[in-house]
């Protein structure tokens, strides 16, 4: 089990992913849409991690400034190990700064960040599939490519358990 410090996406770009997991799926490519739960939502995680106490999460990611929605531009799809495939969005200043803030703030409670989280290693990216085999890694870029470009923007942030998919809806937007 794992908790996200996610940022969730406005209702058309949510949309939007959902249309091309259900596309994909069409296609025989496994997406969140059916991976483990089936509880999986679009969105951006900033920081998973492995160990954690929830509240003291919360409280630290809680007490950070509340920021404006985060204008988000999928222009590409990467390709990772594991027969994974994500869309990425452009790592601007303003995403790659909060996504710092975040990091700091749960790594001050004792949480043990997952190293594909830390800054300078993080590629910011809302999942599509997940152990895809190589084959049809292609097919799922393919899809992911009628609908980029993606604009959108991140206007809500929550805790996600990854074991479970149970959200806990933060007050503010880091």
Do not use: K
């Amino acid at each position: 089990m794992a908790l996200a410090v996610c940022l969730l996406l406005d209702p058309d770009t949510d949309r939007a992913v959902r249309r091309l997991w259900a596309g994909l799926e069409t296609a025989g490519i496994r997406t969140l849409l059916t991976h483990t739960h089936r509880r999986h939502v679009p969105h951006l995680s900033y920081a998973v991690l492995r160990t954690f106490d929830e509240d003291l999460v919360a409280a630290a990611v809680g007490a950070l400034p509340d920021g404006p929605p985060l204008e988000l531009r999928f222009d590409t799809v990467g390709l990772f190990p594991r027969g994974r495939a994500a869309l990425l969005p452009a790592a601007t200043s303003a995403l790659l700064t909060r996504q710092q803030a975040v990091v700091e703030a749960v790594r001050g409670t004792g949480a043990d960040l997952h190293w594909h989280y830390r800054p300078g290693r993080w590629v910011p990216h809302c999942s599509l599939t997940t152990g895809t085999s190589q084959e049809l890694l292609p097919v799922a870029a393919v899809h992911a490519f009628d609908v980029l470009p993606l604009e959108g923007r991140a206007v809500r942030a929550a805790l996600i358990d990854s074991g479970t998919g149970r959200h806990l809806p933060l007050a503010n937007l880091p």
